[in-house]
């Protein structure tokens, strides 16, 4: 039977190829994704193993709260005469305080170097003595030795034109400072540490500008010969104050590798999605393959019954053929996954996503991944095509009767297919609004079976849906119309099968649309309702750092400016959970950022109150005067007092601070964001020239109108929505190759009824175009469903959020309207080649061929 | 003109040009050592208003020289003419259109689009030329074959004798200038196949049309006016107002 199996599959494999070709892309992807993620996860891996090779411990601040995974481990800083103390610890043998904190360079043109907001982090941090305990390496100059002299990144250095003798301006907290270079570093074997900037300067011009004078963030320690690691741990234990912990350098190491593989797992899983949907799209297309094939092959198979073949080995013949087809695609794939893996580190580079090179890693775990999902996906795609080939009675070898999937599918199978969508939406629905710790998988499953349920349902949907959608093609393109029309109803089961493909594209690519798109409304409508100002100057740092609090002061110094308030934001933990804490001055805030406030007063938000979002303050049964507990990174647990309760979050978050409370708690202190307002008098270019003319001594700051800061702040989800319609794109090709496919194989089973047709007249011409019609009411009628699906998952997501935040849900219809117009477009495309192959069909062998 | 068909209807009136005619047509599948003349110079004509068929026995080249009068295949040396034109000098697209409006066919078997009713497929070549036809006659002509009532049926809910007068009806439909039938009753009982071809009798007497049919069923070729004999790619006998005895004695001989 093996035999027959792969004989089989030789005489067809033309008619294979693309089948093969869907599994190839889909495990090339997976295996791409795989080796990207295990090649960037090695390199972080080796550089941290690298940089704390000489550190034997790290003695730190413990942690005061977790800040999730992207942040890590939220610590205050540590007294700078603890080096001294330490040094004289037994097993000692060196001590250095390090210093890590946000700094920005300025290339030579004036422009910041990076991109802290959306890329990798900008660093500034101090230059250590001891060779064993500094992780960079001197390749040009000296290191600083002044109090305006610096050290930069070879990386900064190349993106920033700069050079040893060159001086240039560097952002840091307080006024940004003009630094002489001294030096180019590189970290361990790499010119940056991960696409990261870095300025290293003395160490007391570190504490001032970086950090926080007579303070380290953490101190490092080298053991003397024979002191292990842990005894060395042991010994500083004694010597420590309360709430300073000492860990061994190879701790630290784990830590930081856990880290970054937390990041990079995040990253693999995001990227897996695809590669799934990717396997999943091309699962109809081998379902839809093998059972053109088995209901092509009904004779044959009839005639191995009827010579005494068993049911199971014909329908193990069948499995073996896709196990065949499966093997051979996902080893092909796994070797195009190299190659596929330097195509994402394209794409990602494209989006501002930067990964250190490296060896390429290929590990037995991605062959295996590999090959268990491609061959699986083939085998299980292909079991119900078995099972029907399996059941051909032996008495077909003399009709060969073909099998057609006609008409609207058994009453079980819609209730079936109704129970299955039922289950989907509930687990969407579930993992949406059940406060889940890791939402992310049931969601993902539930649409996968949403997909599943109206893959299920497609053969009774089809045929209405056919019918509507090529309702004015009879009109418009007469007997090509016609036939066109009729040939997508023929067979309404292979014709949802391959519709199917496409529609989880297109239910895909609508959902983030509508979610982007929503987003961006949210965004606007933030703006327009909260801000009532003229411009925002953004620093453009994120989270990280920001603009010296002096450019707000300077400019409401200035006449056209009637007042200019500056948004601190630092991350607290508050009443248990992580926020971005804003802080704002509330005498000038208020005029510039509407929060309506409901109850309390603002000039009563001190040094130790709090302002509280209504809806939360509900939540928590909060009024005005109730204490709320608040960790600090750098002042620990505190309590603060209700002083206000507003009801719009929608710039000022659930939570905010006065200026007094934010300083007294925060060690550094930068704007994310200066709100100003002009003065009544001024005009609106003049205001805006005034202060332009400010922020330019401050770059990587930029003065928007309303408009400008919407689109700005949109422009991460519009990059996102570019990313992840790049990512899908590899899936509607597989969906696109389903639908030539099929139809191929289709016009192969219809060659008679062609040559007839030719023979009473049809052109070619004619013909292409039937077929080119066929394909599109395919195409459109998987968009459509998409199209549907797409929304209800928009909404479902749009919802979910909407219960922290306030959000729009928008439809984009010009977008949407583009993607059937592309999906048309792309169905004509599908049908080029099986279009042509039909075309050159020999009339009198398709007639005479009785 | 040389060829006489029936006295009655065709006499040797020059008004009277052949529908379709070949003229030493010459057809030869493969090369060299495997080279296979269909056709041996072949030059006959099929006169208006009559019904023409021809018979062989296997491999005498019958289906072939239907093929190529009838535009679906194409001669290696020779020329063949429906009415005026010369098919030798059309390219796929002006011999498909030719197809389309100047002849019908009935084939053996596969006659019918199976997604389209019945009155599609009658109506099919004026479908493909955008054009409504004569109504008034596809009327008549649906009428004498006696399915009005089967319009809107699918083929697969007629019986094979409808299925193929539904193909005679289609072949008539556009008025063409000549018919080619195939073999049309080859998959029929003998009543069935016995109506149809009383039904393309009648289309030749009552309705003027112009039938060619390849067969190799004697009883079938006796409805024809004439029998044209071919052997090994030549012509080497016609027959008029032929009976099934004589055929079949005429047949026997070619066991020989």
């Known amino acids: 039977m093996l035999r027959t199996a792969l004989k089989s599959l030789l005489a067809h494999r033309t008619r294979l190829f693309a089948t093969a070709l869907a599994v190839t892309l889909g495990v090339s992807f997976m295996a791409g994704t795989l080796v990207l993620t295990d090649t960037v996860s090695r390199t972080f891996n080796g550089l941290f193993d690298n940089v704390y090779s000489g550190t034997s411990a790290v003695v730190r601040a413990k942690a005061a709260f977790n800040g999730g995974a992207n942040a890590g481990e939220q610590r205050g800083r540590v007294d700078a005469s603890l080096v001294d103390a330490l040094r004289g610890v037994n097993g000692v043998a060196e001590v250095e305080g390090t210093i890590l904190g946000f700094a920005r360079l300025v290339a030579k043109d004036g422009q910041a170097i990076g991109n802290p907001a959306a890329g990798a982090p900008t660093f500034g941090g101090n230059w250590t003595d001891s060779k064993r305990l500094n992780s960079f390496t001197l390749v040009a100059g000296r290191p600083p030795a002044t109090a305006d002299e610096m050290v930069i990144d070879k990386k900064s250095a190349r993106d920033g034109h700069l050079v040893v003798g060159d001086t240039t301006t560097v952002l840091v907290q307080g006024p940004p400072q003009r630094m002489l270079i001294t030096g180019i570093v590189r970290f361990g074997s790499s010119d940056s540490p991960g696409g990261a900037s870095v300025a290293l300067f003395t160490r007391s011009t570190a504490q001032t500008l970086v950090a926080e004078p007579g303070k380290y963030d953490s101190i490092s320690l080298v053991a003397k010969a024979g002191v292990t690691q842990q005894q060395l741990v042991q010994n500083l234990r004694a010597a420590l104050p309360a709430r300073i912990e000492a860990v061994t350098g190879k701790q630290v190491t784990k830590e930081a590798q856990t880290q970054i593989g937390t990041m990079v797992g995040t990253f693999t899983t995001f990227m897996l999605v695809f590669a799934v949907v990717a396997l999943l799209v091309g699962s109809f297309m081998i379902f839809n393959a093998f059972s053109i094939t088995v209901a092509q092959r009904t004779r044959e198979n009839g005639l191995l019954r009827a010579l005494g073949a068993t049911r199971r080995q014909v329908l193990s013949s069948v499995l073996l053929e896709a196990l065949a087809v499966g093997l051979v695609s996902s080893l092909v794939g796994l070797a195009l996954g190299v190659a596929v893996a330097a195509g994402l580190k394209w794409l990602l580079g494209a989006v501002g996503i930067d990964l250190p090179a490296g060896g390429i890693v290929f590990a037995a775990r991605t062959v295996v991944i590999a090959l268990v999902a491609g061959i699986g996906v083939t085998v299980v795609a292909a079991v119900s095509p078995a099972r029907k080939a399996s059941k051909v009675a032996p008495i077909a070898a003399m009709h060969g009767t073909v099998a057609t999937g006609s008409g609207y599918g058994s009453k079980k199978r819609v209730l079936v297919g109704c129970a299955v969508l039922v289950c989907g939406v509930a687990a969407l629905l579930f993992g949406l609004l059940g406060h889940l710790k890791s939402p992310v998988l049931i969601i993902g499953l539930g649409a996968t079976v949403v997909f599943f349920a109206v893959a299920i349902l497609g053969r009774t949907v089809s045929l209405p849906l056919s019918r509507i959608l090529a309702a004015p093609l009879p009109r418009l393109r007469g007997a090509p119309g016609i036939l066109a029309r009729r040939n997508a109803m023929r067979n309404p089961k292979r014709t949802a099968a391959t519709a199917s493909a496409l529609m989880i594209c297109v239910g895909l690519v609508g959902s983030i649309t509508i979610f982007a798109s929503s987003a961006r409304a949210t965004i606007n409508s933030v703006v327009d309702s909260s801000f009532t100002g003229d411009f925002i100057i953004n620093s453009g740092a994120g989270l990280a750092g920001g603009v010296d609090p002096g450019l707000a002061r300077r400019l409401n110094q200035l006449p056209q400016v009637a007042s200019a308030s500056g948004l601190r934001l630092g991350s607290a933990q508050v009443d248990g959970s992580v926020v971005q804490l804003g802080g704002v001055d509330p005498r000038l805030a208020f005029d510039i950022i509407d929060v309506k406030p409901l109850q309390g007063s603002r000039s009563d938000l001190g040094r130790d109150a709090i302002a509280v979002y209504s809806n939360v303050a509900a939540d928590k049964h909060l009024k005005i005067g109730d204490r709320i507990p608040v960790v600090f990174k750098d002042t620990g647990p505190q309590s603060l007092r209700v002083a206000l309760i507003y009801g719009s979050n929608q710039l000022a978050g659930n939570y905010f601070l006065g200026m007094s409370a934010y300083q007294a708690n925060f060690t550094n202190q930068y704007d994310s964001y200066v709100f100003v307002k002009k003065a009544p008098g001024a005009s609106a270019a003049a205001a805006v020239a005034a202060v332009k003319r400010v922020a330019v001594d401050y770059p990587g700051a930029t003065v928007l109108d309303q408009t400008q800061f919407k689109t700005q702040t949109a422009q991460p989800i519009n990059q996102l929505l570019g990313l992840v319609y790049a990512l899908l794109a590899l899936a509607v090709i597989i969906a696109l190759l389903g639908i030539g496919n099929t139809l191929a194989l289709s016009i192969f089973e219809r060659t008679q009824e062609l040559g007839l047709l030719r023979a009473v007249g049809m052109t070619r011409s004619q013909l292409r175009s039937t077929i080119r019609w066929e394909s599109v009411i395919i195409a459109l009628q998987g968009t459509v469903l998409g199209l549907l699906i797409g929304m209800f998952f928009g909404w479902t997501l749009v919802t979910a959020l909407n219960r922290h935040a306030t959000s729009v849900f928008s439809i984009p219809y010009t977008t949407l309207a583009v993607v059937v117009v592309l999906a048309a477009v792309a169905g004509v495309a599908a049908a080029i080649l099986p279009a042509r192959r039909a075309a050159k069909l020999n009339v009198l062998r398709a007639v005479v061929m009785a | ?256």
Request: with cysteine.
């Open chain 2, 1 to 256: 003109m040389t060829v006489l068909v029936t006295e009655e209807r065709v006499l040797t009136e020059p008004a009277f040009a052949p529908a379709a005619r070949t003229v030493d047509a010459t057809k030869i599948y493969g090369k060299d050592q495997t080279e296979v003349r269909a056709l041996d110079g072949v030059t006959v004509e099929f006169a208006r208003g009559a019904m023409t068929a021809i018979m062989g026995p296997s491999g005498s080249g019958k289906s072939t020289l239907l093929h190529c009068i009838a535009g679906l295949d194409t001669l290696t040396a020779g020329q063949a003419f429906i009415g005026d034109a010369d098919l030798s000098t059309l390219g796929d697209n002006a011999l498909t259109i030719l197809r389309r409006d100047h002849v019908g066919f009935v084939f053996q078997a596969y006659n019918l689009v199976t997604t389209l009713t019945a009155d599609e497929n009658i109506r099919l070549p004026l479908l493909l030329a955008g054009k409504k036809g004569d109504t008034a006659w596809i009327a008549k002509v649906v009428d004498t074959l006696g399915i009005a009532d089967r319009l809107q049926h699918h083929p697969s809910e007629l019986s094979g004798g409808q299925q193929q007068r539904v193909a005679v009806a289609r072949a008539l439909a556009s008025k063409p200038e000549i018919i080619f039938a195939d073999e049309p009753t080859g998959n029929l009982d003998s009543r069935a196949g016995a109506e149809v071809l009383g039904f393309m009798r009648r289309a030749v007497d009552d309705m003027s049309q112009t039938i060619v049919m390849v067969t190799h069923d004697p009883v079938a070729a006796s409805h024809a006016d004439r029998i044209v004999f071919l052997a090994d790619g030549k012509i080497v006998d016609e027959m008029y107002h032929p009976t099934a005895a004589l055929v079949l004695e005429r047949m026997k001989r070619f066991g020989d």
